[in-house]
């Protein structure tokens, strides 16, 4: 019988924002990997790809016309996952088994910048900020939309998150229900509101704060940090320091703080493995059902999946997806290492 | 203004297992694809690989020596998540955000048979009633341990799923706790008992035998269906008809016949995309908490990724870990494609 230790025992955490445990092992880093390797892309982009679809002035997959954009540029996905019909519906209530309801939504894709080369760590800050100006002009059109009450701003980063093209670009959800996983934080966030009348994020960035060993990053505005209850090896969460609930109430200040943040995070992302970092991430904040929401509090994901290089990453795969999610290495560790690496691009020192 | 077309139009499905929406997606099969290709090995494997730390008589990483086994063998993992020590551990009730405990386990792993290179689909239906029987006996001795009061069985097949060695083999964690999924589902199927007195699953297979669009296969005691709230595109579930609880509870009959559809769905499986088609598996049945558990009824999951072709998977990145899961194909396309092929292994008739 020994006494627990957190950075050497096996154990569960929990995560009060989707009510749900992961399994940590932390003397499991160890064992060596004989399994599948990525393959990553290390060939250089050029600025312009005449055959890309997403590139200033090129033609897209419905014979459309990008135009000579110069900054961010949004468009309808062509393959869209929902679309904007309405759809007439009668709910039979008896099926217990066969439950269906239509769902209506748009999807948009948002270029990043015009150059087919630059990832968020090599854009200047102005740029950032530009990008960030489009989320929130987003957020309010798609919003103000009568049957949108939700938009989901996300980006899967690099081929093994399924991502088909290297230009810089994220992606818009936006649809007439709350996605499972908004559902189960809002719950959580609301019920936390309810008892304290602070968000739940306001206090857990101060506890965090307070702890200090799982910041990465920390500015006047926003704090990066992996959570106590990251699943992903390097997963991390930008939370806003104040109880802003959704991206549209950013001051100005907010704002930069913002972009420089992502900027920041970003390249230490590039420097740990030396390559572009996989990812997908996105923001979570308000519902746009026309409701105050003051349970809400900006914050946003990276879900990363790389482990121990930029070839061999983890695999949520059997246990993971029958019993729970499971870590190699604890959030303590994870945070030690993005945090004492360099806010300067790799790229930038070879040239 | 149309009418609902569950075939055609963009819907959200529920499943009553774990409480989750999935967002459906039909029309969307038809988007072109640019991503990223697997790479899937077409070697034809030997009997016996000298290399291989799974064979019989060969060495693995502890040092130790596989016995020459001739039917199914089971071993301690050298690498595994969980460990037997007891922690002694104080919980702390004011951690609010830092709620951790510590967790006692055994993993194992369960080699499928002494020959390398047959999968499956591809053993006797004898073979494969061997494994059912070491699965019943590992259920039963890991089961009967104080600490444990879950032993989750899965299999990570083919390298796309993390699965490092292809020698034929499958996975027991055995665990203090229920992970996170097996809790959710054992919540669902509590409250439907308690208020039916009959399980789920039970009635779940009597509504799906009489639609019959999602049966790919049935035998006298099991149905394997694409459920109707299927995440991956070719996802099924093996499903008891008799309201059995746990594996060791099955009668000869239902072993063999167990052995039979496990046989089958496989096979159709590799024949899907002519390729030994990955996936994760895994059996979800009473917890060994020493409680009946009437609630209960044995199912096994098949989470297979591939999409397309045997080298197109499905992503689930952005949307599905911010928002939701999201499929391509309706489930009752899936069963219909599952349910055509055929039950001879194409590398039979290629011989
Ligand atoms: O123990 P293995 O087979 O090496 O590991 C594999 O299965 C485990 C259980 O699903 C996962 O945690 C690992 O990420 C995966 O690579
Ligand atoms: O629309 P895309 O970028 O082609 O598709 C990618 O992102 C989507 C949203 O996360 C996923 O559903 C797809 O599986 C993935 O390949």
């Given at each position: 019988m020994k006494n627990f230790d957190i950075n050497e025992d096996p154990h569960r955490r929990f995560n009060p924002l989707i009510n749900e445990w992961v399994l940590v092992s932390p003397h499991r880093a160890k064992r060596p990997w004989q399994g599948q390797n990525e393959t990553i892309s290390t060939e250089e982009l050029p600025k312009y790809d005449p055959t890309c679809y997403l590139c200033p002035g090129n033609v897209r997959a419905n014979g459309m016309n990008n135009p000579q954009y110069e900054?961010?540029?949004?468009?309808?996905?062509?393959?869209?996952?929902?679309?904007?019909?309405?759809?007439?519906?009668?709910?039979?209530?008896?099926?217990?088994?066969?439950?269906?309801?239509?769902?209506?939504?748009?999807?948009?894709?948002?270029?990043?910048?015009?150059?087919?080369?630059?990832?968020?760590?090599?854009?200047?800050?102005?740029?950032?900020?530009?990008?960030?100006?489009?989320?929130?002009?987003?957020?309010?059109?798609?919003?103000?939309?009568?049957?949108?009450?939700?938009?989901?701003?996300?980006?899967?980063?690099?081929?093994?998150?399924?991502?088909?093209?290297?230009?810089?670009?994220?992606?818009?959800?936006?649809?007439?229900?709350?996605?499972?996983?908004?559902?189960?934080?809002?719950?959580?966030?609301?019920?936390?509101?309810?008892?304290?009348?602070?968000?739940?994020?306001?206090?857990?960035?101060?506890?965090?704060?307070?702890?200090?060993?799982?910041?990465?990053?920390?500015?006047?505005?926003?704090?990066?940090?992996?959570?106590?209850?990251?699943?992903?090896?390097?997963?991390?969460?930008?939370?806003?320091?104040?109880?802003?609930?959704?991206?549209?109430?950013?001051?100005a200040a907010e704002s930069t703080a913002f972009a420089k943040i992502l900027k920041q995070l970003t390249t230490k992302y590039d420097n740990l493995f030396n390559t572009s970092f996989p990812y997908s991430s996105g923001i979570h904040q308000s519902p746009t059902d026309g409701l105050i929401h003051p349970e809400w509090h900006f914050h946003m994901h990276f879900y990363p999946p790389l482990l121990r290089s930029a070839t061999v990453k983890k695999f949520m795969v059997g246990y993971e997806m029958l019993g729970e999610s499971q870590r190699d290495i604890t959030p303590e560790k994870s945070a030690e290492i993005l945090r004492q690496l360099s806010d300067v691009h790799y790229k930038s020192l070879v040239k």
């Open positions: 900054s961010s540029f949004v468009f309808e996905n062509d393959f869209a996952a929902m679309k904007q019909d309405e759809i007439i519906f009668e709910d039979d209530i008896k099926h217990t088994f066969f439950k269906a309801k239509p769902e209506q939504g748009i999807s948009r894709v948002v270029c990043f910048s015009p150059r087919h080369d630059l990832t968020l760590p090599e854009m200047e800050i102005g740029d950032i900020e530009n990008i960030i100006r489009t989320w929130q002009k987003e957020y309010t059109d798609l919003g103000n939309i009568k049957f949108i009450n939700h938009v989901q701003i996300f980006e899967n980063k690099g081929s093994v998150m399924g991502c088909s093209n290297p230009h810089p670009h994220g992606q818009i959800w936006a649809q007439s229900s709350l996605p499972t996983q908004v559902e189960k934080t809002q719950n959580s966030l609301k019920s936390y509101y309810d008892k304290n009348q602070t968000t739940l994020l306001e206090d857990y960035v101060k506890a965090e704060l307070k702890a200090g060993d799982r910041i990465v990053i920390e500015n006047d505005h926003f704090v990066a940090l992996v959570p106590f209850w990251a699943i992903w090896p390097y997963e991390t969460m930008i939370i806003s320091k104040r109880a802003v609930n959704k991206i549209t109430n950013f001051t």
